[in-house]
């Protein structure tokens, strides 16, 4: 309960400092108009706009040291900020105080001049904390986002190698740099948290670690960067600018490979960027000179996804279409409650979708001509089942030079020998052909089998009969009962009389010495005997 | 996300009518659209709403299999006259269970009146079948299924808590023995959505047995908490397998399909005003049945079948009901791409007279199943079809009631019990896990039911620890929080 009183108070700080600065403000023009004008301030105005200042500005202190207490802020400019401040608090209730007696009078424009001097600074840094350097004057200088280039540009995206000292500095920090350290550096820790040095990367901050190193999956700065964009607690924040796919992805991988720090500390000066020592610096960037191109190696392009209006359309066909292995969107495609779809609207429906296509299933179709060369033109196309089609050599030829094709299925189709010949010659990655029913003779099949013995041919399934039978049953009840489990052992030992001293035994020193538990009188018997069992062997009683 | 975030979220109607448009037995949104489009003038039979694939989640990763049968041998098969080869026991004729083994294990009320526990070897005559690995041992009741030892894996060494059979089939469906939970077949839906959007997802079918029967409950194939469209659709055996699947006469399908939009758009103001699922689930289903009303037909008309097939099943084929019938149903189911057919085969609790019981169950239940399998081959369907037979225990080694040379009962019995998988990158030809002598404990490598769940589920593409559903706060899963995929398992 205090502590929340506390935070209040603390919080609201940033509401009554306006409060001296208006009020002093308003009391040094009026010293400064009566000093043009030649006619004195009147006393009981001046006493109370003095005190005024003075309250307000003690209130200010107060809450200002008890905001400090919060992690949000912290550095330098957050103790410049504080004495400051306590100079306008004292200052300015020295000078109220000043005007009570005529003695003092004399210090009250020191004084306040002093306070005047002390909360103009004071406030600046304040304003550094909560909105940045350069705020004021931010829009003289327009600093344009640097440009992330890609390496890759349509040639093969460089190998994102870690082993290489400095992704750190160079990408990873300027990444920080450019989208989190206005808000998150050593100055200005929104949320306790600095992303300026890797000590600060380490230390974390409010939400706990920023990163898990090695672990992108549960990293908080990985979570709130791929958080959506309305969600409150995405980060960086909406206004402001975002870090690109690449950039993410490339934060990600840093972590992932154990977020190293190679090439030492960086340090945040007046927008710049200076690389600390353990490797020769690079230049450091100020504001005047042209922003330089970070160039960020590029992950491979994600795989081109099937048109959802190619899937919908083929669905409407009712056409099953199922995604069958999610990373490379690879689909199986079956007419199995379509089969009445004639032959060019099939290959119409699937021409989108060619390149997706593994698994395809016409059974029970009457697949034409163009079907079967857009089939056949199929990349993906892994099986294809044309079971039950009718379907002739003719169609098969039609069919000839599936790249891709390992699984043929062609049951109870109307084949003739020559389809033999075809699946010699041409299907070449063929590992698998189902031929039951499918018109071809013994011998075209016994033919095949020669031509290409590592093809699998699938026909009727043989039942074979049993190897051997036991011989009839005879039942008794002779065989012996199972041994009982073992008796316990007793652990007590055998003899009464110490072997190696004749002395009587002391349960306490009890041996386990083949199979047998002996008792001895104390320890050093134990070690005489087991350093020479077989002298004692015999003097056991 | 918290469930009232969920429903102010559903209350923007974008939201509500997107999630509807992605569940998985029709796209509300849509039809509400296509109701007033006469879009289908020129196919007047044709259904009104599209497909949408995928189900809630869609596959994790690229699946082995893409559907799977189940055989749920309802009552528990015993496994020591039909699997689980112990040629010790023959001379232990009439022995009492030694403590040593049964290590004071409960006995149900059945057998706990017993004076003793005599030991009941199996009077069938084993053989040895060929597969990838030294040779199994099965019995004289199943040949044609030990023909196909090559493509079976077996697994000796199932086991699982429950004693009884309604906890221990609940527990083998949903993978807890109390029961609210979802079975495999809704999650499979849940999961993997449809591939024929004329059929039910899930598709059950059952068959009465010729032992003694224990009761089926009809939350076995339950969607539990998921949404209702996920249940389980039985067909009945019998001439009829939909009720009132038939238009009545003077009914039309144009008209049918008005009565039905009608319908739709009355439910539909009524979600609109309550947001209630339920009410999605509901058109969903009327959806169905109406593409229901063409598809079973097909489905059905066997006449397109050539003889040499109907043979392979056996000769009860032809007779709706049977489980040879329903064998065949399975795999024409599985040429149409039903994700889960379920069959149940009732009568195996032979607690008495077991030896008469399981030769009939055997006859009944040996040919359909196998032709099955090899059927399913030859097609080219069987590697991305899992087959599973399976009860929901085993049958202890000791006699329930009298034992004589030539009849003995068995009691209910969960530490071990055998199942057998074909298919859809189970590994095939091999032996899984050992029992010990007595068939009674495991000694190696014990399957317990949850590792089975994963395993399959893994085999379909999905994640065991993924595939889940928020009910009451908490993301339930399968495999409750159990389960570990079985690599041994996998081709």
């Known amino acids: ?541 | 996300m918290h469930p009232l975030e969920e429903h102010y979220l559903d209350l923007t109607r974008r939201r509500f009518f997107g999630t509807c448009a992605q569940s998985v037995s029709g796209a509300v949104g849509a039809l509400a659209l296509s109701s007033l489009i006469r879009a289908d003038a020129a196919r007047p039979d044709a259904p009104a709403s599209p497909q949408p694939a995928g189900g809630a989640t869609g596959v994790h990763f690229r699946p082995r299999a893409k559907r799977i049968i189940y055989m749920h041998m309802e009552g528990a098969p015993s496994q020591l006259d039909l699997f689980d080869y112990k040629p010790g026991l023959r001379h232990r004729f009439n022995q009492d269970l030694p403590d040593s083994i049964r290590q004071g294990q409960r006995i149900t009320g059945m057998t706990s009146g017993q004076a003793r526990l005599p030991v009941a070897p199996s009077i069938f005559r084993f053989s040895r079948y060929a597969n990838n690995q030294n040779g199994i041992w099965l019995s004289e009741l199943m040949p044609h299924t030990a023909a196909l030892s090559r493509d079976l894996c077996f697994i000796h060494s199932m086991h699982t808590e429950a004693i009884n059979h309604e906890p221990g089939i609940t527990f083998f469906q949903t993978g807890s023995q109390q029961p609210g939970r979802p079975s495999f077949g809704s999650w499979a839906s849940y999961g993997l959505g449809s591939a024929n959007a004329n059929l039910p997802t899930f598709v059950v079918l059952i068959s009465q047995g010729f032992g003694n029967m224990q009761a089926l409950s009809a939350r076995f194939w339950g969607s539990g908490f998921l949404p209702s469209e996920h249940q389980g659709c039985k067909l009945r055996g019998g001439e009829d397998p939909v009720l009132y699947l038939r238009d009545p006469a003077g009914v039309e399908r144009p008209d049918r399909r008005r009565m039905l939009d009608l319908v739709g758009a009355l439910n539909n103001r009524e979600m609109q005003r309550s947001l209630d699922p339920e009410i999605r689930a509901r058109i969903a289903q009327h959806e169905m049945a109406y593409r229901m009303q063409t598809s079973v037909p097909e489905l059905m008309d066997l006449s397109g079948e050539d003889p040499e097939t109907l043979a392979m099943y056996g000769p009860e084929v032809g007779k709706p009901g049977t489980f040879a019938s329903n064998c065949l149903l399975a795999r024409r189911l599985a040429e149409r791409g039903v994700r889960f057919i379920q069959l149940y085969m009732r009568g195996w609790d032979a607690h008495n007279n077991l030896p008469g019981e399981i030769r009939l169950q055997s006859t009944a239940v040996d040919q359909p199943q196998a032709a099955l399998v090899r059927d399913l081959k030859r097609r080219g369907l069987l590697d991305d079809t899992i087959v599973i037979w399976a009860g929901e225990f085993g049958r202890t080694v000791y006699s329930q009631g009298d034992l004589s040379e030539t009849n003995y009962g068995r009691d209910h019995h969960p530490r071990c019990f055998t199942i057998w998988l074909a298919g859809g990158g189970i590994k095939p030809g091999v032996s899984i896990g050992k029992t010990d002598d007595f068939s009674y404990n495991i000694v190696e490598n014990p399957v317990d039911v949850h590792d089975l769940h994963a395993t399959l589920l893994h085999l379909l593409g999905m994640g065991h620890e993924r595939l889940s559903f928020r009910h009451e706060g908490r993301d339930f899963r399968l495999t409750d929080v159990f389960g570990k995929v079985r690599p041994e398992l996998l081709a």
């Not at chain 1, 550095?75 to 300015?92: A, M, P, Q, R, Y």
């Not at chain 1, 005047?116 to 600093?143: D, N, Q, S």
């Not at chain 1, 990873?172 to 000590?199: E, M, V």
Request: with cysteine.
């Open chain 1, 1 to 541: 309960m205090l502590e929340t009183l506390l935070q209040l108070s603390g919080r609201a700080h940033p509401l009554l400092l306006h409060l001296p600065i208006g009020t002093l403000a308003a009391l040094v023009c009026l010293e400064v108009i009566s000093l043009v004008r030649r006619t004195p301030l009147e006393p009981r105005t001046r006493a109370t706009l003095a005190c005024l200042v003075a309250l307000s500005a003690a209130a200010s202190v107060a809450t200002g040291l008890l905001l400090e207490r919060e992690p949000a802020y912290g550095g330098e400019v957050l103790d410049l900020h504080k004495w400051l401040g306590i100079g306008v608090g004292v200052s300015t209730v020295f000078a109220a105080a000043s005007l009570a007696s005529v003695k003092t009078r004399r210090l009250y424009p020191i004084l306040l001049a002093l306070a005047l001097g002390c909360i103009v600074p004071a406030g600046h840094f304040g304003a550094t904390m909560t909105h940045g350097e350069g705020f004021l004057t931010e829009p003289l200088f327009p600093r344009k986002p640097v440009p992330i280039r890609r390496t890759a540009e349509g040639g093969e995206p460089p190998h994102l190698d870690f082993g290489v000292r400095g992704v750190y500095p160079e990408q990873a920090a300027q990444i920080f740099q450019q989208y989190c350290a206005s808000c998150h550096n050593d100055d200005k820790r929104k949320g306790g948290l600095a992303l300026t040095t890797p000590g600060g990367i380490r230390a974390g901050g409010k939400s706990g670690a920023a990163l898990v190193p090695g672990d992108p999956g549960n990293s908080e700065m990985v979570f709130r960067l791929r958080l959506p964009i309305t969600d409150r607690d995405h980060m960086p924040p909406k206004e402001r600018p975002q870090p690109d796919e690449a950039a993410i992805r490339l934060i990600e991988e840093w972590i992932g490979a154990g977020a190293p720090y190679e090439g030492g500390e960086l340090s945040r000066s007046d927008g710049g960027l200076a690389v600390g020592s353990g490797r020769s610096p690079s230049a450091a960037i100020d504001r005047a000179s042209p922003p330089v191109a970070i160039q960020i190696p590029v992950a491979p392009p994600a795989p081109p996804a099937p048109a959802a209006a190619a899937l919908s359309a083929l669905r409407e066909h009712h056409v099953h279409v199922e995604v069958v292995e999610p990373e490379r969107h690879l689909l199986w495609v079956s007419f199995d409650s379509a089969a009445g779809t004639d032959d060019a609207t099939a290959a119409r429906l699937m021409l989108p979708l060619a390149e997706f296509i593994a698994d395809l299933s016409l059974a029970g179709t009457r697949p034409g001509p163009e079907t079967l060369a857009l089939a056949a033109r199929m990349p993906a196309l892994r099986r294809l089942s044309l079971a039950r089609t009718r379907c002739t050599t003719g169609d098969l030829e039609a069919l000839g030079g599936a790249p891709a094709l390992e699984e043929l299925n062609l049951s109870e189709t109307s084949l003739d020998d020559r389809a033999a010949g075809l699946l010699s010659s041409r299907f070449t990655r063929l590992s698998r052909v189902f031929l039951w029913r499918s018109g071809l003779s013994d011998g075209a099949i016994s033919g095949l089998r020669a031509g290409r013995p590592a093809l699998s041919l699938a026909l009727e399934v043989p039942a074979d009969g049993p190897l051997e039978t036991e011989p009839p049953l005879a039942f008794s009840g002779d065989a012996p009962p199972l041994p009982a489990p073992g008796a316990p052992v007793s652990l007590a030992p055998i003899n009464a009389l110490c072997p190696v001293s004749n002395k009587p035994i002391d349960a306490r020193f009890a041996l386990v010495h083949k199979g047998r538990v002996i008792g001895f009188c104390c320890e050093q018997c134990v070690a005489e005997f087991l350093a020479e069992p077989e002298k004692f062997e015999g003097a056991r009683r």
